[in-house]
Nanobody, 123 residues
């Protein structure tokens, strides 16, 4: 599966952005999918993920501010980001895989399919 992210940009603190990730094929209930981010000089980290039953998992740092969702008809994954903070500044990636342990949904190493990323800058 190929993944293409969009929707990044520059926003002031407190603002909102919605990221999109278009998949090249139907992911439906087949793939585990997630959003990850990497700031300069830091390791890539998991932000939010969906298992194959669409159960969500969030990093503590984004709980209550970010919402992950999926539109199966459009083969698109979303990340709604509200109340953005400067520390949310990073390159954001979406990822997918067929098999991901439930306790490893936010682990980048568990995913083999990645998009090219979209930059989010919060000032």
């Amino acid at each position: 599966v190929q993944l293409v992210e969009s929707g990044g940009g520059s926003v002031q603190a407190g603002g909102s952005l919605r990221l999109s990730c278009a998949a090249s094929r139907y992911t439906g209930s087949t793939y585990y999918m997630g959003w990850f981010r990497q700031a300069p000089g830091k390791q890539r980290e998991g932000v939010a993920a969906l298992d194959r039953t669409d159960t969500t998992t969030y990093a503590e740092s984004v709980k209550g501010r970010f919402t992950i969702s999926k539109d199966n008809a459009k083969n698109t994954l979303y990340l709604q980001m509200n109340s953005l903070k400067p520390e949310d500044t990073a390159m954001y990636y979406c990822a997918a895989d067929l098999i991901v342990p439930i306790d490893r949904l936010l682990a980048p190493s568990e995913y083999n399919y990645w998009g090219q990323g979209t930059q989010v800058t919060v000032s």
